[in-house]
């Protein structure tokens, strides 16, 4: 039961494109008429099939939604229930929810708290950070004004804003207007989605993404653009009240791509070479390592690389060797148990990136901390990885214009990427996936996160919302096979999974569904019944949508739809 969305349909005497982000307003104009009489789409998605009725499309909601909120709804999915999913259960995987936790958004909140304190009361102003794209600034608390608690990113300061404070941007912006932006995000939506991405994160129990949410900032070193003319004419800096994300500063992590120049994956051609270098100090390893003995320090304090190495990580530990001179501190190297360790915390990250289709993971957008193992019992390193700049994710379609923009993190080591997910993944994202009730919560969640922007439309959230789900849907197909891996996820067939509203009888659903797939309506041309060619059968369509609305409740059928369009560059 799988028909072409009408977005696809051409009206006649109209110059239209389908890949511009202006397209979608024209189609808001166009449909008007189709937003107010909920059955004639009933009838153009269903035909005549008795006992089943659509009310709202997920190319018809915006005057519709505006309807909604004047009745006091929050949603014209109040009752958000799945009734026909597209995701199978699997049986060696049972379903399971997610049950997030408060104390991290207190603790966020606490934080918050303390650094508008600092603004405020201590005159502990926010720094711009230099590197980016985008106008983000170090908020600092009132305890130590030397280190930052958090990042904030303002809405208007967003690479692809109307402030931005970068000269990149703005040459981009005034000199390039054809290539500027990307087609398949929405504009100035990048706050939201930093906190949508760490929304995700804690659904996903992923834990990758530092807690991000918005929030608003009052400063007087946000980006002015009449700050040289004040300047000039000696008035003071005006202090400016901006909305946008706020995500907690990471401690004791560094940026991956340092640490994989100074530490290369096996297989990588730098690892090639660090072993051609590494060969002469062979004899300086086997003195370490008799030394070791001898002194009486234990396995994990044993040199394991080149001793000229400068950016050696120090163990954490209270013990203090009797002989200082000899005490070597342990350098990190990729064992197979770290090795191990850093490939269950990658494939988190692959799956988290995918299913919210990151266009912006590089090799200098995630960190990694390692830590030595704690006592003599433990031989592995504690591995974490951390995903941040998440801004420009959650598109409202696949790129299917210039680019494609590839996750960063396929330019590894084959070594690490040429194999199938572990068990350990698969047994925790399986059941998550799913779960109908996990989808019908994170629906809601993220409908109010994405609601708090002011130029919110519905139609839109609900294409971000076919995209997310279309991923995930490849995520579960990619993991029920036991020999697909990350290089098979990524060579998936694009799908979207819409969610169609349908009021259907109160009894009997799966017999209403049979019955619709074997009546199945027909098409003209145009993409229209044969039961549209008479306006006037359809003037009373809200009277009689009232009359019904008891016999009725409303339910979500998922529909899968293939992409077809594929991007001119498919490499970067």
Known sequence: MSYQQTDHYLHSNKLVTSNSYDWLKYRDEQNQYNDIHPLRI???????????QSSISIDRDTSRYDEYQTLGTSSPFQCYKIEFPIFKVNPDY??????????????????VTDCKEAISERDIELKRVKAGSSGSYFVYGTENPNV??????????????????????????????????????????????????????????????????????????????????????????????????????????????KFLAKYPLPGTFRNQRRRGSTTSTAS?????????????????????????????????????????????????????????????????????????????RGLDNWMIKVEPPGNENQENWS?????????????????????????????????ILAQPFSENTRSHFIPLLTSTEWWEDSYLEFTDLFQRDPDFQFRLWKKQWAVLKGQAFNVVNTLSDIRQGPLELVRKTRYLVVDEVIQAPAS????????????????????????????QAFLNDETEYDLHRSLYRTVIAERLQMVTSDPVFTWC
């Open 508 to 535: 009997s659903l799966e017999t209403v569904m049979n019955n619709a797939e074997l009546n199945a309506p027909t098409r003209t041309l145009n993409g229209l019944t044969n039961m549209d060619s008479d306006p």
């Open 148 to 257: 930052p608690k958090g990042i904030f990113k303002p809405k208007d300061e967003e690479p692809y804003g109307p402030l931005s404070p970068k000269w990149t941007k703005w040459a981009h912006r005034t000199f390039f207007p054809c290539l500027f932006g990307r087609s398949c995000l929405i504009p100035n939506l990048g706050y939201v989605c930093e906190s949508a991405a760490s929304l995700l994160d804690r659904r996903l129990e992923t834990n990758l993404v530092p807690f991000t949410d918005t929030v608003s900032f009052q400063s007087a070193s946000f980006y002015d653009q009449r700050y040289e003319w004040l300047k000039a004419f000696n008035f003071g800096i005006r202090k400016q009240e901006k909305v946008g994300s706020f995500q907690l500063f990471l401690e004791d992590y560094q940026d991956i791509e």
């Open 383 to 415: 591995i974490e990885l951390a995903a941040i700049d998440n801004g420009l994710c959650f598109p409202w379609k696949h790129p299917d214009e210039w680019r494609l923009y590839p996750y960063g993190w396929l330019y590894l080591s084959l070594d």
């Open 42 to 52: 009933s009838q153009r998605i269903y035909g005549a099939i008795p006992g089943i």
């Open 284 to 360: 300086n390893l086997r003195a370490s390592t008799i030394l070791s003995k001898k002194s009486g320090m234990d396995k994990h304090s044993i040199l394991l690389t080149d001793t000229g190495n400068k950016d050696i990580i120090t163990r954490k530990d209270n013990s203090i060797p009797t002989n200082p001179s000899s005490f070597i501190p342990p350098v990190f190297t990729w064992s197979e148990g770290n090795l191990l360790m850093f490939r269950q915390e990658l494939e988190k990250l692959i799956i988290l990136d995918y299913i919210m289709r990151n266009t912006d």
């Open 94 to 111: 049972p379903p399971r929810n997610t049950q997030l936790l408060n104390a991290p958004f207190q603790k966020f909140q606490a934080v």
